[in-house]
């Protein structure tokens, strides 16, 4: 909701002086930048620190997304501890090494 409501403000403003367009353009890709920056290094951090994890979840539980962008920045991420992955499944040593 705050993201609507902030790319809400930033269309108004667009309407009121449209020279500004472009720095609130530029505004917007560099906070998009910023976001998916941080949420990458958050979710690279989701296995070992529990306050994020909880955070991160929650996230992507009322918002029903995930990732930073999508369902697939998790293939990137060791989300899982590797204590708890079966090491002799062939499919599972491909991946975790």
């Known amino acids: 909701m705050k993201v609507t409501l902030k790319l809400t403000l930033l269309n108004l403003v667009c309407r009121i002086n449209p020279f500004h367009t472009v720095n609130v353009e530029l505004a917007t890709v560099v906070a998009a930048q910023a976001f998916y920056e941080g949420f990458i290094d958050g979710m690279n951090r989701y296995r070992t620190e ?3 994890k909880v955070g991160i979840d929650r996230t992507q539980m009322t918002y029903h997304c995930c990732g930073a962008l999508s369902y697939e920045d998790w293939f990137q991420i060791y989300w ?3 204590e708890y992955l ?3 499944d062939s ?3 491909k991946y975790a090494g």
């Open 50 to 52: 529990i306050d994020l």
């Open 86 to 88: 079966d090491k002799f």
């Open 80 to 82: 899982v501890d590797v």
């Open 91 to 93: 499919e599972v040593s």
